[in-house]
């Protein structure tokens, strides 16, 4: 077993009941479990009442097992129609596997089932969020509670405490875990469990819950119900007084405008049709980025690929071959394949397949074409100038401007030159390929060739050099293709010193604005993010926010969705869904100069 992969649930069944010889308990007691499980976890917490208004609604079950709770919920939820969103983390460290999963809700049936079925993530130690239906976000944490709960943020309304026993899970009740279940909830938070055992009891009371005893479900003489300290009052969706404003229409912008369109947030997509980005290309080949250990690079890499095979519009899952003639990077590659599952890479014959990768086509969104010269801070909001001397006015502006970024903020990044080209081959050529270069079909014999990487060029002129790089790396794997270049495509890619994009709230770009000698060398240097007022005057406009997503470098088809995703969670006010250590690591202004 391997760091990346999670230990798949052991499973024993006796008389169609499964039980677990590691925790020595059964999934659940004997009867139907179905009405056992809907009467003790979403029976108790009055859920239909409390989702009358338009609100984010934060569920987290502690062991998701067959996915009982979640179904049962995501039911009633449905039939409730509320207007709001409900979030679900599914928090399990020995996930069971897809196909008995499968095996068991096809037998049983259940209206939801399939949608389960479809999403449910690889046997991955990681975070993965995909929304199971318009109006329900569903979070699989395929983690240990105790690694999991310190990482959340959220507004918890309920709990769902279904760990099997705690005298053989102490991993889920435990002291730590009762801490973190305060820490996250909020004021009359509600709690269920199956058990009553006194040191979950204890547990919870100490943390400032009230708890209190109720009638079992069939033979079982009781159920554990409790309440934090405090009113419950729901967590409305924000209402923002204005648009937001998203500056680049590139994979990054579109990113970010599909995921405020899932949280149902009108904005505005504004970019320059005389700033040649990166997003130029045809066609996007879409895998994970991996590395030998699993970093928090690896980890957002693979939920970013989820999360984009489940959401992004025009992406075409097909399997890609990768295949690298330098022996050196091949042999990592074998060993990569050996520690994922076999479901999402595995060695072919003398490459490496990955069977859910796929190409991202992604149409022209709409956008009003604005070229901004400059961003000024001013009281009230941001005021927007563009190049026509026109402006307008919004509280929360999305940078996407890849490697026009710094011009705008004096953050360190690094510009990359890529060229590409569509070529015409009449020979059979693989769909999808990836390695020593990249290769997709665009139609029965056009193809498109991808692409040159020269550091800190930010030519984008069409190169003949370039060319004949692309055709000699072609022709390494395929000697006898003949082929046609019919069109080229050069686009500047943008990274940040540590290769790993940047993506959410900007923090410090105030604090360099409050800084008075930070301004004039910002103006010195053509910085275009001003600010017209002091420090004074700064406070209580805290409506007044900046985000940004940004430093994609040469994968922004693979990670743009989800980053797009967790900036549009933060500005709708809902519960993050990626690890907190994560987002820290992927801040957008990590290297601002300011930040020391
Ligand atoms: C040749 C090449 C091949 C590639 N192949 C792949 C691949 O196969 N798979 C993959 O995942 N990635 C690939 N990439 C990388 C991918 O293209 C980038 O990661 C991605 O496009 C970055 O998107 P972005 O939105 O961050 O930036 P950009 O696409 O650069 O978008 C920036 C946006 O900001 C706007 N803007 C800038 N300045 C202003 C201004 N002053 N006012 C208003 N708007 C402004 C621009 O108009 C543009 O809309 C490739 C890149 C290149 C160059």
Request: charged share 20%.
């Amino acid at each position: 077993m391997t760091h990346y992969q999670t230990e798949p649930a052991d499973i024993r069944w006796t008389e169609g009941r499964p039980a677990s010889p590691r925790f020595e308990d059964h999934y659940w007691a004997i009867g139907d479990p179905s009405e056992e499980k809907a009467f003790v976890f979403p029976g108790q917490h009055d859920l239909a009442a409390r989702w009358q208004t338009k609100q984010h609604f934060t569920i987290v079950e502690l062991g998701l097992g067959f996915g009982h709770n979640f179904l049962a919920t995501a039911e009633a939820f449905l039939k409730a129609k509320p207007s709001g969103i409900l979030h679900y983390f599914a928090v399990e460290q020995f996930p069971i596997s897809r196909e008995t999963l499968d095996q068991y809700w096809r037998s049983r049936g259940h209206p939801l089932y399939e949608r389960m079925i479809e999403t449910y993530p690889d046997l991955i130690a990681n975070w993965f969020t995909v929304w199971f239906h318009p109006s329900i976000r569903l979070i699989y944490v395929f983690k240990d509670a105790n690694q999991a709960l310190p990482e959340m943020e959220a507004a918890v309304d309920a709990w769902y405490l279904d760990g099997f026993k705690p005298a053989t899970n102490q991993a889920i009740f435990n002291p730590f875990v009762y801490q973190q279940v305060a820490r996250l909830s909020k004021p009359g938070a509600t709690v269920s469990s199956f058990s009553v055992a006194a040191s979950l009891r204890q547990g919870l009371s100490a943390s400032g819950f009230t708890v209190t005893k109720r009638a079992g479900f069939g033979n079982k003489r009781e159920l554990l119900f409790a309440a934090n300290s405090g009113t419950w009052k729901p967590t409305n969706c924000e209402h923002l007084e204005d648009e937001p404003l998203v500056i680049g229409s590139g994979l990054a912008g579109i990113g970010v405008s599909e995921a405020l369109d899932r949280y149902g947030i009108r904005h505005q997509l504004i970019a320059s049709t005389s700033h040649t980005g990166a997003s130029c290309q045809p066609a996007y080949n879409v895998y994970p980025q991996l590395s030998l250990v699993p970093d928090t690079r690896a980890n957002f890499s693979l939920a970013a690929h989820y999360f984009v095979r489940q959401h992004a519009a025009n992406f075409n899952e097909q399997p890609l071959y990768w295949r690298s003639l330098d022996q050196t990077r091949h042999d990592r590659m074998n060993r990569l394949s050996e520690l994922l599952p076999v479901s999402l890479m595995r060695v072919d014959g003398d490459a490496v397949l990955f069977p859910t990768a796929g190409t991202l086509k992604p149409q022209d969104p709409e956008i009003t074409p604005r070229h901004v010269t400059r961003i000024i801070e001013r009281g009230q909001g941001w005021e927007v100038l563009f190049d026509s001397g026109e402006g307008i006015e919004a509280n929360t502006i999305i940078l996407a401007t890849g490697a026009a970024t710094p011009s705008f903020l004096p953050w360190s990044m690094k510009t990359i030159r890529g060229q590409s080209m569509t070529i015409r081959c009449d020979e059979e050529l693989p769909d999808l390929y990836s390695g020593d270069f990249g290769l997709s079909r665009l139609s029965p014999n056009e193809y498109l060739v991808g692409s040159t990487y020269a550091l800190d060029d930010e030519g984008i002129d069409v190169r003949e050099s370039d060319v004949q790089t692309l055709k000699q790396r072609l022709l390494s794997h395929f000697s006898t293709a003949e082929i046609t270049p019919i069109a080229h495509h050069t686009g500047l890619r943008a990274a940040f010193p540590d290769r790993m994009p940047g993506f959410g709230e900007s923090l410090t770009h105030q604090r360099v604005l409050q800084e008075d000698h930070r301004l004039e060398r910002s103006l010195e240097g053509g910085l275009r993010v001003q600010s017209a007022i002091s420090k004074g005057e700064r406070e209580g406009t805290s409506e007044v926010r900046f985000f940004a997503a940004i430093g994609f470098g040469s994968h922004g088809g693979t990670h743009a969705s989800l980053a797009g995703e967790s900036v549009a969670e933060m500005i709708a006010g809902a519960p993050r869904a990626l690890p907190r250590s994560m987002r820290d690591k992927f801040r957008p202004d990590r290297f601002d100069p300011s930040r020391g």
